[in-house]
C-alpha cells in the first residue's frame, strides 16, 4: 500500500515535470472547461434570479381573484359588485374596517428600457392603502408615500434602475394628465419593484375604467381558509372567478422562463462540455503519448499499471477542477448581481438579478470533474497498459 | 494522388485525435447553427417587416386602445395607400393553455395590408363573405387540427361576449401560408365587426391601426401628421414604422442578440484554442516528414498550402456536420416551437456565415503550423530525428 | 561519359553554433564525373553529411562555387533550389523516410507530383520503378506492412521516379542486415551500370563501399585517400 502511494508520488511528480512541455495543450483545456463553467453557471444564475424574484413574491395567505381564463393580472377585468360579494366570503382576515381586501387595477404604461433605448411595457398598479398595508416588505427609500386623490406615483427600485424617466421628481405625462414621481420603493427584491404605484382612483379614471378593477388581493385567515373561499366563489353564478393563493400565481408566473432560461442553459452547457471533453480527451492522450517511455521506463524497473493509471487521471481531474475554478470565479466576477429585464408573464417587465448560488456552483464544479473524470480515464487505461517494450524502442 | 489526397491523408492519420477534434467542432458549429436560428426567428419580425408598413399604437403604451374613429380621419391623410385595424383577442383554444394568437381585425382591409397573407381566391371570398369567418396561419390549423369548413370555438382571457361567456363561435373558411418561409402562419384572423357587436365591454375601441403609405419616403411625414392630429386628444397617438415598432417589442424580451452573440463566442473561443493547440501538436509530429517532403524538392508554399489545407479540411468537415446536425434539430423543434418561434428555420444566411466562420477558423487554427511548416530548415530538422 | 556532373570549387562550409564557429569545410575542391558511383567513408563528425547537403542542394556553402552540369546552384534561391531538387537528385536516407500514411505507390508518386505529368504518366512511372526495386505486388502496402529492406526499396524506386541524373544516399544500408543490405548495393550498382545514375554515397560499412566504383575518405573536412574499385 506504501508503496503504491509512493509509487503514485513518483509517477505525479513526473506527470507534473513535464507539464511544461504540454503547457499550452493544458491551457487551452483549463481555459475550454473554464468556459463551459462560466456560460453554464451564466444561465443558471438568470434562471435562479428570475425565480427568486418572481416566484418569491407571492404570499401563501394572499390569496388572489381574476376573471376566469385571464391567466395573468393584465388581462383581468372585475366589477365592483363581485369585489364586495368576494368580500363578504369566508376565510378573510378582518380588522377595524372590515375585512381585508384590496381591489386593484393593472394597466401597462410605456418606459424606455436604458438597456436597449427602445419603449418597454411597464405596469402601473392602481391601489389603495389596503393593497400596501397587504404588503408587509413594502419600504420607501427615497422621498414619500402618493396622496391617494392625486396624480402622484411612486416608482419601484428595479423600474427605476431600468427604465428611463422615473427619477424622483420627474413629471410623466399619460392622456394629458401630468404624473409626478414622489417616492422611490423597494419591496425586498420582489417583482414589484418593476412596478409603478399610485392611487386607485386616479388610475380608473386615467384609464377610463369607472368602478371596475382587474383583481382582487384577500388576506386570509390562514392559508388554508383558501378552500373555503374558493367554494364559495364556485357556488355564486355571479363570481365564478379564478382563484388561487398568491404564492401559487406567482410561481406559474416565473416557471415559463425560468423554465426556458433553464432548457436552454442546461443543454448549451452540456453540449459544451461535450467540446471542453473532447479537448481534455485530446491533451490527456498527447500527454500519455509525450511520458510514453518514462511510463514504460517506470513499468520496466517494477512500477505498477495503478501508479501510471491514477497519476493521468490525477492530471486529467486538476486540470479540470483548475478549469471549474477559473470559470466559477469568472462567473462571480462577470454575472452574479448583474440586472436585466424582461417580459414576464403579465406582458410586463420584470427587473430581476443575476444570482449564483452555492448549489449552483457545485453543480457546475460536478460538471467539472466529469469532464476531468471522463477526460483522463481513457488515456489513463491506455498509460496503465502501455508495453514495457516502449521503454526499449529506438526514440 | 492530388494534394487534396495529401491533406486529407495526414488529416485522417490519427482517428482518435480527429475525431475528438472533429467533435469539439461539430458542437460548436451545432451551438451557432441552432442559436443563430433561434436569434433569426425572434428578429424575424424586424427583418420581415416591409419598409412601407406602419403601426399606430396609443401612446401611452400599445395595450392601450384606440378610438375607432380614428381609421377615417386617418385615412384622409395624403401619403396613406391602405389602412386597416386590429384588435388583440387574447385567445385560446379548449384550454387555457392552448394560447392561440387571435386577432379581430377589419377583413376588407386586412389582406391589403399584409399581402405576405397568401389565401386561395375561393377562400378569400368566402372569409369576407361570412361575418363569423376565420383565417387560419397553416401552422396553428395543423396545430389544432382545423380545416377549412369546420366551426370552432374560442376563448378570450380578456374580453367576454354581451350575452355572457369568454367563448365566440367561429367558422374556419380560409388557411393561408406565407409568402416565405419565415412568415407567421401562427396567427388567427377574424372579423372585427362580428367581434365589436358582441363584446361585453371596449365597444367601438381598436387595438391598433396598421397601414401602408404609398411611398417609405414618405413614413415619416405621415406619421407626423397621425400624432399631431391626435395630441392633446385624450388618446394621443404613436406611429412607428413596423420595423421600429417590432423592434422594441423584441428588446422587451432582452438583449437575445447579445446572449447568442457570447455564448457562440465562447463556443468558438474554445474550440479555436482546442483546435489550433491540436493542429501545432499534429503538425510538430510530423517536423521530420516536412523535411523529407522538402528535400525531395516540395517548395515552401507548398507545404504552407497543404499545411493551411488541412486545417481548413478539419474545420470545414467538423463544421458542415453541426451545421447539418443543426439544420436537422432546428426542424424537428420547428414543430414544437411553433407556438413560441412560429418562423424557426435554418436559413442560407446563417448557414453561409457558418461557412465563413468554418474558413476563419481553419485559416486561424492552422496559419501558426502553417508558418512553422513554411519556416522549417531541412538541417535542422533532419538532425532533430 | 567522361564530363564532370559536379565541380566544387573552394567550398567553404562553416556553422556557428553558441557564438562558437565550426569549420566543416575550408576550400574544398572536388569533381564527380557524371555516371560515377563514389562512397564517401569517415569517422564520424567528419563532415560526410555536411557533403551530401551541399551536393543534394539541402545546404548552401558558406563560400565557394558548386556547379552541376555546367550551371551554379550554390547561389540559388531557397524556390530555386527545390525545383533543382526535384528535377534533378532522388534522395535515400537511413531511415527510408516513408510517408507512414501513403502506401508504396503513393509514397514513390510523391516526387511526381512536381512535375507537370498526367495521372496516367505518372501511374506507369510508379509502376516502372515499383517493377524495378521488385516491389510491383506491394504497391498498395504501408510502410508499416513492411520489412526495412523493403521499405528502402520502395524509398529507391521514389528516388528514382523522376528519373533524376544523380541519386544521394546518407547510409542507406546502415539500418539493415547484411544480407539485405547487399540487396539494396546491388539495386544501386545496377542503377548506376544499367541506367546511367551518378550516385554519392555515404557509408561507414567497407562492404558497402565495394559496390561503389571508387570510395573517398575524409576526415576532418579534407579527402584524405582514394581507392578505386576493380
Ligand atoms: N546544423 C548544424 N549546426 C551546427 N553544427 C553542425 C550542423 N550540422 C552538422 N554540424 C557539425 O558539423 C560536423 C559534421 O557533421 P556531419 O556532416 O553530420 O558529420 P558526419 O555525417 O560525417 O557524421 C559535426 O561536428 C556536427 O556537429
Ligand atoms: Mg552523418
Redo the contacts between chains.
Keep these: 500500500m506504501g508503496s503504491l502511494i509512493s509509487q503514485i508520488n513518483a509517477v505525479v511528480a513526473m506527470n507534473v515535470k513535464s507539464l511544461p512541455q504540454r503547457a499550452w495543450m493544458s491551457a487551452a483545456t483549463v481555459f475550454a472547461v473554464a468556459i463551459v463553467v462560466a456560460v453554464l453557471l451564466a444561465f443558471l444564475a438568470m434562471a435562479n434570479g428570475f425565480q427568486a424574484t418572481v416566484a418569491g413574491t407571492g404570499a401563501r395567505d394572499v390569496a388572489i381573484a381574476m376573471r376566469q381564463g385571464a391567466q395573468a393580472e393584465v388581462n383581468s377585468v372585475l366589477m365592483k359588485e363581485q369585489v364586495d360579494l368576494l368580500s363578504a366570503g369566508p376565510g378573510i382576515a378582518k380588522n377595524e374596517t372590515g375585512p381585508i381586501v384590496s381591489a386593484e387595477l393593472y394597466v401597462i404604461v410605456d418606459g424606455i428600457k436604458k438597456a436597449s433605448d427602445t419603449k418597454a411595457n411597464l405596469p402601473l398598479r392602481g391601489l389603495s392603502e389596503a393593497g400596501m398595508k397587504m404588503r408587509g416588505d413594502l419600504k420607501i427609500i427615497e422621498g414619500r408615500m402618493f396622496q391617494p386623490g392625486t396624480n402622484e406615483l411612486i416608482v419601484g427600485v428595479g423600474a427605476l434602475k431600468e427604465f428611463e424617466g422615473f427619477e424622483l421628481g420627474r413629471e410623466l405625462t399619460f392622456a394629458r394628465s401630468r404624473w409626478t414621481v414622489v417616492g422611490v420603493f423597494s419591496m425586498d427584491g420582489k417583482v414589484a419593484e418593476s412596478e409603478l404605484w399610485a392611487d386607485i382612483g386616479s388610475v380608473q379614471s386615467l384609464f377610463q375604467r369607472g368602478n371596475s378593477f382587474q383583481t382582487v388581493r384577500l388576506k386570509l385567515d390562514d392559508p388554508a381558509a383558501l378552500e373555503q373561499l374558493k367554494a364559495y366563489n364556485e357556488a355564486d353564478p355571479r363570481l365564478k372567478l379564478d382563484i388561487k393563493s398568491e404564492a401559487d400565481y406567482f410561481a406559474d408566473q416565473a416557471s415559463g422562463m425560468s423554465d426556458l432560461i433553464m432548457y436552454l442553459g442546461w443543454p448549451l452547457g452540456i453540449a459544451m462540455a461535450f467540446g471542453a471533453l473532447a479537448g481534455a480527451l485530446n491533451t490527456m492522450y498527447t500527454s500519455v503519448a509525450s511520458r510514453a517511455r518514462e511510463i514504460a521506463t517506470l513499468r520496466a524497473i517494477g512500477f505498477g499499471g495503478t501508479a501510471a493509471f491514477v497519476g493521468t487521471l490525477a492530471e486529467s481531474m486538476v486540470l479540470a477542477l483548475l478549469g471549474g475554478l477559473i470559470g466559477a470565479i469568472a462567473a462571480f466576477l462577470f454575472f452574479d448581481g448583474i440586472t436585466a429585464s424582461t417580459l414576464g408573464g403579465s406582458f410586463t417587465q420584470v427587473v430581476f438579478s443575476f444570482k449564483l448560488s452555492p448549489a449552483l456552483i457545485w453543480q457546475a464544479a460536478v460538471l467539472a470533474l466529469i469532464i476531468g473524470f471522463i477526460g483522463g480515464v481513457f488515456p489513463a487505461w491506455r498509460a496503465a497498459r502501455l508495453p514495457v517494450v516502449v521503454a526499449f524502442r529506438a526514440a | 494522388?492530388?494534394?487534396l489526397?495529401?491533406i486529407f491523408?495526414?488529416l485522417?492519420?490519427r482517428k482518435?485525435?480527429l475525431s475528438?477534434?472533429l467533435?469539439?467542432i461539430f458542437?460548436?458549429f451545432?451551438?451557432f447553427g441552432v442559436?443563430s436560428s433561434f436569434n433569426k426567428a425572434f428578429n424575424s419580425g424586424i427583418e420581415l417587416s416591409a419598409d412601407d408598413r406602419m403601426v399606430v399604437v396609443n401612446?401611452?403604451?400599445f395595450?392601450?386602445p384606440l378610438p375607432i374613429a380614428y381609421v377615417n380621419k386617418a385615412r384622409a391623410i395624403e401619403g396613406i395607400d391602405v389602412l386597416t385595424w386590429c384588435n388583440w383577442f387574447?385567445g385560446?383554444y379548449q384550454d387555457?393553455k392552448n394560447f392561440v394568437a387571435a386577432m379581430a381585425c377589419d377583413a376588407e382591409t386586412l389582406l391589403d395590408v399584409y399581402p405576405e397573407i397568401v389565401l386561395p381566391e375561393d377562400q378569400k371570398k368566402a372569409f369576407m363573405a361570412n361575418r363569423q369567418g376565420l383565417i387560419a396561419g397553416q401552422s396553428i390549423a395543423a396545430k389544432y387540427g382545423w380545416k377549412v369548413g369546420d366551426r370552432i370555438p374560442m376563448?378570450?382571457?380578456?374580453f367576454?361576449q354581451k350575452t355572457g361567456g369568454?367563448a365566440w363561435d367561429f367558422d374556419v373558411e380560409g388557411i393561408y401560408t406565407g409568402s416565405t418561409e419565415q412568415f407567421d402562419t401562427n396567427s388567427v384572423y377574424f372579423h372585427y365587426k362580428y367581434f365589436d357587436e358582441s363584446r361585453s365591454?371596449g365597444k367601438d375601441f381598436a387595438g391598433w391601426l396598421i397601414l401602408r403609405t404609398t411611398d417609405p419616403a414618405l413614413n415619416d411625414q405621415v406619421a407626423n401628421t397621425i400624432d399631431t392630429m391626435f395630441a392633446?386628444?385624450?388618446?394621443?397617438t404613436s406611429t412607428d414604422s413596423e420595423k421600429a415598432f417590432n423592434?422594441?417589442f423584441i428588446?422587451?424580451?432582452?438583449?437575445i442578440a447579445m446572449i447568442v452573440t457570447?455564448?457562440v463566442g465562447?463556443?468558438f473561443?474554445?474550440?479555436l484554442?482546442?483546435v489550433?493547440?491540436?493542429m501545432?501538436?499534429a503538425i510538430r509530429e510530423r517536423t521530420?516528414?516536412i523535411a523529407?517532403?522538402?528535400?525531395?524538392?516540395?517548395?515552401?508554399?507548398r507545404i504552407f498550402k497543404l499545411v493551411l489545407g488541412e486545417s481548413l479540411l478539419l474545420s470545414l468537415i467538423g463544421g458542415l456536420l453541426g451545421i447539418g446536425a443543426a439544420w436537422l434539430i432546428i426542424g424537428a423543434m420547428k414543430a414544437a416551437l411553433a407556438g413560441i418561434l412560429p418562423t424557426l428555420v435554418l436559413t442560407p444566411d446563417v448557414a453561409l456565415t457558418a461557412l465563413a466562420i468554418m474558413v476563419g477558423l481553419g485559416f486561424l487554427t492552422g496559419i501558426v503550423p502553417a508558418l512553422s511548416a513554411h519556416r522549417l530548415n531541412?538541417?535542422t530538422a533532419m538532425s532533430r530525428? | 561519359m567522361t564530363e564532370n556532373l559536379f565541380e566544387l570549387k573552394k567550398v567553404s562550409k562553416s556553422f556557428v553554433k553558441a557564438k562558437e564557429t565550426i569549420s566543416i569545410f575550408e576550400g574544398l575542391d572536388m569533381t564527380i564525373k557524371a555516371g560515377d558511383f563514389i562512397a564517401i567513408m569517415g569517422p564520424s563528425g567528419s563532415g560526410k553529411t555536411t557533403l551530401l547537403n551541399l551536393l543534394g542542394g539541402v545546404d548552401q556553402p558558406t563560400s565557394g562555387e558548386i556547379h552541376f552540369d555546367g550551371k551554379r546552384i550554390d547561389n540559388l534561391s531557397e524556390n530555386g533550389l527545390a525545383a533543382w531538387r526535384a528535377a534533378n537528385v532522388g534522395f535515400i536516407f537511413q531511415f527510408y523516410n516513408l510517408m507512414p500514411m501513403l502506401s508504396a505507390a503513393k509514397n514513390v508518386e510523391l516526387p511526381l507530383l512536381l512535375t507537370g505529368l498526367g495521372r496516367s504518366r505518372r501511374k506507369a512511372s510508379v509502376e516502372a520503378a515499383l517493377k524495378l526495386v521488385g516491389l510491383d505486388d506491394r504497391a498498395g502496402h504501408l510502410p508499416k506492412e513492411m520489412s526495412g529492406g523493403q521499405q528502402q526499396r520502395v524509398a529507391i524506386a521514389r528516388a528514382i521516379v523522376s528519373d533524376p541524373k544523380l541519386m544521394l544516399c546518407d547510409e542507406p544500408t546502415g539500418d539493415l542486415d547484411r544480407a539485405t543490405a547487399d540487396e539494396i548495393l546491388k539495386m544501386l550498382q545496377l542503377l548506376n551500370r544499367e541506367f546511367g545514375k551518378t550516385i554519392v554515397m555515404v557509408t561507414h560499412d567497407p562492404e558497402a563501399a565495394k559496390y561503389a566504383k571508387k570510395t573517398l575518405h575524409l576526415d576532418k573536412g579534407e579527402f584524405v585517400k582514394e581507392e578505386l574499385m576493380a
Design positions: 494522388m492530388s494534394d489526397y495529401l491523408k495526414n485522417t492519420r482518435l485525435r475528438l477534434t467533435f469539439a458542437v460548436a451545432l451551438i442559436l401612446k401611452i403604451n395595450t392601450q387574447g385560446y387555457p376563448n378570450s382571457n380578456i367576454s369568454s365591454f392633446n386628444s385624450f388618446y394621443e423592434k422594441a428588446a422587451q424580451i432582452g438583449n457570447s455564448v465562447a463556443a473561443f474554445t474550440i484554442l482546442i489550433g493547440n491540436t501545432v501538436l521530420g516528414e523529407v517532403m522538402k528535400t525531395l524538392g516540395f517548395p515552401a508554399a531541412i538541417i530525428q
